[in-house]
């Protein structure tokens, strides 16, 4: 069974930086997009953003130019990179993945990690 796992959250002061890890485990041949969204508080969850296997990324309006998310696909982890964290960043940040193929033609779809805590706070 696969698993994705975070790390790195934490809390941070306005205006500071994080970078969340996420890494695959199990048997994993290979991953396709993989991507990060975000739970606030009383909110639904919501698409931050998404990175295809050869390095494609697209992100949600309010991130664009202070997130960053890349990945290495060796290692089988995805990271997202924030500056310029704002307290509306607060939320649970959870890794996804559309689709962990674990040999030539099976795989696991819509794998999501437990998720990790970022909060924005003075």
């Known amino acids: 069974q696969v698993q994705l796992v975070e790390s790195g959250g934490g809390l941070v002061h306005p205006g500071g930086s994080l970078r969340l890890s996420c890494a695959a485990s199990g048997t994993v041949i290979n991953i396709n997009d993989m991507g990060w969204f975000r739970q606030a508080p009383g909110k639904q969850r919501e698409w931050v953003a998404t990175v295809s296997i050869g390095g494609f990324a697209v992100y949600e309006d309010s991130v664009k130019g202070r997130f960053t998310i890349f990945r290495d696909n060796a290692k089988k982890m995805i990271y997202l990179h924030m500056e310029d964290l704002r307290p509306e960043d607060t939320a649970v940040y959870y890794c996804?993945?559309?689709?962990?193929?674990?040999?030539?033609?099976?795989?696991?779809?819509?794998?999501w990690g437990q998720g990790t805590q970022v909060t924005v706070a003075s």
């Open positions: 996804h993945a559309d689709k962990i193929f674990i040999g030539p033609t099976e795989f696991e779809s819509n794998v």
